[in-house]
């Protein structure tokens, strides 16, 4: 497996930070610093998955690829599954990786730790984490944690994820960080499965694969990068790459 297809889903509609993904950072919009992050990775072709023509405009003007998608799609994976069929119709990639439009400062080196655990054949999905080091985190719902057990090939088999803090007992607990590398087949079959019993429960799509049996192996990666939901996020992430 030499290369994937990264594409950046991106919306315009966002409840607590509106228009988002054109929002400015230090003189380009956010969706913009994500996909040079992603070009940056150079594991496969990059393009943003949008549901609006100003995004895709944006992502142009900065030399990038974007392609227009229904408005109507109600998770990322469902974004990027329309994109994908779009852009690479033969099938010839067959890894499709899906990495947020909200993290401008996305290491080059996390994305391809996504990508890594497919290596292993009876991988379906890969993903990266990193170990909470800040107390205050520990017990934050809105920190995924990962529940994985180590697979003697570098990597950990995910078991559950939560927003609770677990597993209980000494040892690191991990923040699962929302990248996804998702082998062609594995995509078109977690699109077609109805929302599972888990996934609703903890408002996590990735328990939907869990469900089905899919196996999902993780990366562990040295930090989580900052997603950017609400201004104050905006704020730091303005702030963090000024100082760079």
């Not at 400015?24 to 150079?42: L, N, S």
């Not at 439009?101 to 290596?119: H, K, M, N, T, Y």
Request: glycine share 6%.
């Amino acid at each position: 497996m030499t290369a994937a297809l990264v594409l950046i889903p991106a919306r315009l509609a966002a409840t607590r930070l509106p228009n988002k993904s054109l929002a400015d950072i230090c003189g380009k919009p956010m969706i913009v610093r994500v996909m040079e992050q992603a070009q940056d990775a150079d594991i496969g072709p990059v393009a943003v998955a949008c549901d609006d023509a100003s995004i895709a405009e944006a992502v142009r003007d900065h030399g990038g690829q974007a392609v227009l998608t229904s408005t109507d799609h109600v998770s990322g994976s469902d974004r990027i599954h329309e994109a994908a069929r779009n852009l690479d119709p033969d099938g010839r990639y067959d890894v499709v990786l899906n990495v947020q439009g909200d993290v401008p400062q996305i290491e080059p080196d996390a994305i391809r730790a996504a990508f890594s655990p497919l290596e292993i054949p009876e991988v379906s999905i890969g993903t990266i984490m990193t170990e909470i080091t800040r107390s205050e985190f520990r017990d934050d719902p809105s920190f995924v944690k990962a529940v994985t057990t180590p697979n003697g090939r570098g990597h950990h088999r995910a078991l559950y994820f939560t927003r609770a803090t677990a597993p209980t007992g000494d040892g690191p607990i991990y923040q699962h960080v929302g990248i996804y590398a998702y082998r062609r087949k594995a995509l078109e079959r977690f699109v077609q499965m109805p929302p599972s019993p888990l996934e609703m429960r903890e408002k996590l799509e990735q328990l939907r694969a869990l469900e089905a049996g899919m196996r999902i192996d993780v990366s562990i990666i040295d930090s989580a990068p900052m997603d950017v939901n609400t201004p104050e996020d905006l704020e730091r992430a303005r702030a963090a790459l000024n100082t760079q």
